[in-house]
């Protein structure tokens, strides 16, 4: 039994349980929205991490058309505004799923793993050796290419588009250890793991979702710097 | 959301902004990160031995304008305070001084966690340093 069948247990317009779907499975009639639910289970799919794009496309489509507030013109204003609600989570969640960092980082917010903003995450010194080494390098080409001349300015094109492709390979990296802590996760809801499993699995995608934030900035920055690049 | 005309101040003049020597033992250098948003300061200090006053410091950013704000004004309120009265500045402080809105809060977290990492660096070097000394049966110096 799903969550949101639990929050309403019967249909306000029948009385019957409605089955914890978008509709009452016994009149047919748009449902209130469970804000617990999720975004997993608003399209009914598992809290998997490897989704089939393409198939969440359909959900998506196929949903448009049920919740579309012009199937409600003629309704009760209170079925227009649970159309309205509804159609607006299914915009929400179909941005959030479709991209598979936001669907990780909703995930790990979900389960308490990862706070915007105010919650600090730890990053290893290491990391943070790195990255900052890398911006001080980012910093002086930029530098060095303002006051360059021509001819210096196209080497210092040449040295950026180097760290450029750097960063682009180390973000690479990052995005196939993440694809295989996917795989994990999964496998681990496929075998009904413990709290702890997968406790430990987020702590990790957490840790990796971290660094890649980092890179993604330094990738930013390159292709900003590439972009604004005078006389290319 | 509009900066505070303090944060705009040190985003555009920021004090105290370079480096210093990292292996010199005056010198405690922390270095700090906000994953979330990718953010990366380093602020150092220089302890005078004597006194345990803070005599410099300076800091590097690479973040947004409030994480560069807080940094810049932790390393002038670090400056003349005592290594002890330093580790007393709160992020909250920063927050009031520099009037950061809520989403902007872990910037200033970030800053205090750099004064204390600096001075956390500091100490564990006089640590180093003081049983090195005593290894080497060294009289003590006043």
């Known amino acids: ?232 | 959301m509009a900066y505070s005309e303090k944060v705009i101040d040190h985003y555009n003049n920021p004090r105290n902004v370079g480096s210093m020597p990292k292996e010199d033992p005056k010198v405690g250098t922390g270095m700090v990160g906000a994953p979330e948003c990718g953010d990366v300061m380093r602020l150092q200090i220089r302890v005078n031995p004597e006194t345990q006053v803070i005599e410099d410091a300076k800091f590097k950013t690479f973040g947004c304008g409030s994480a560069i704000a807080s940094s810049s004004l932790a390393t002038e309120w670090v400056k003349g305070r005592t290594v002890e009265d330093a580790l007393s500045i709160k992020n909250t402080d920063i927050v009031r001084e520099l009037a950061l809105p809520p989403v902007k809060i872990h910037c200033s977290v970030l800053a205090e966690d750099a004064i204390k990492a600096a001075i956390g660096d500091w100490k564990r070097k006089q640590g180093a340093e003081e049983s090195q000394a005593s290894a080497a049966a060294a009289p003590a110096e006043d």
């Open chain 1, 1 to 232: 039994m799903s969550v949101s069948s639990l929050a309403f247990p019967a249909c306000w317009n029948c009385g019957a349980p409605p089955g914890g779907g978008h509709f009452c499975v016994g009149c047919g009639k748009i449902q209130p929205l469970d804000p617990a639910s999720g975004y997993f289970a608003f399209f009914g799919l598992p809290e998997k991490l490897n989704l089939d794009a393409a198939d969440l496309d359909r959900r998506y489509l196929a949903l448009s058309w049920k919740l579309h507030p012009d199937n409600f013109v003629r309704a009760e204003e209170f079925e227009r505004n649970l159309s309205l609600d509804r159609s607006s989570v299914l915009n929400d969640a179909y941005r959030v799923l479709r991209d598979p960092v936001s669907r990780a980082e909703y995930l790990l917010a979900r389960h308490g793993v990862r706070k915007e903003g105010q919650t600090k995450q730890q990053a290893p010194p290491e990391l943070l050796e790195e990255v900052f080494e890398l911006n001080e390098s980012l910093e002086e080409l930029r530098a060095a290419r303002r006051s360059g001349d021509a001819a210096e300015s196209v080497a210092l094109a040449r040295s950026l588009e180097t760290a450029g492709r750097n960063f682009q390979a180390k973000l690479g990296e990052v995005d196939s250890e993440l694809a295989g802590a996917f795989g994990e996760w999964d496998a681990a809801l496929d075998r009904s793991a413990g709290e702890d499993d997968r406790a430990r699995l987020m702590a990790r995608m957490n840790e990796i979702l971290n660094r890649r934030s980092y890179i993604r900035n330094l990738v930013a920055g390159v292709t900003q710097e590439l972009g604004e690049a005078p006389g290319e």
